[in-house]
């Protein structure tokens, strides 16, 4: 990414190609387009600690700028940083919380108390 402030926003493309689009605000104009991505982008988020995005997709990708973590299958809805950016998490439709650590490693793997997922759709 190239060098984004309080002035950037950040958001994914709805239709293929799959992307998110990075503009600056005051100008109006897009500073860039990162693409690869082979379903939605459902989470954006800046991190403090640099110039990076983090995202998550309906790929099970999360990305991290230029570095990747995979681990679902299929839609994350979700993802967060520590606040220094060693730590992700992420969650999606397999009802999976996934921590890793900002170099790949896969710390963690959080599911349902009871192994099963539920939806309550009453409301």
Excluded at 17 to 27: A, G, R
Excluded at 31 to 57: A, P, R
Excluded at 97 to 123: E, F, M, Y
């Amino acid at each position: 990414m190239d060098g984004s402030n309080a002035k950037d926003q950040a958001w994914g493309c709805l239709e293929t190609p799959f992307c998110v689009q990075l503009w600056d605000f005051e100008t109006g104009e897009q500073k860039e387009t990162i693409g690869g991505f082979e379903k939605e982008i459902t989470s954006i988020s800046f991190i403090e600690t640099g110039d990076d995005l983090l995202t998550s997709s309906g790929d099970g990708l999360v990305r991290l700028g230029e570095r990747h973590f995979r681990g679902a299958q299929d839609f994350l809805y979700a993802s967060a940083s520590s606040a220094d950016a060693q730590t992700i998490i992420a969650g999606g439709q397999d009802g999976v919380l996934r921590v890793w650590h900002a170099d790949g490693t896969l710390l963690q793997t959080l599911g349902p108390p009871d192994g099963s997922i539920q939806l309550d759709n009453t409301k």
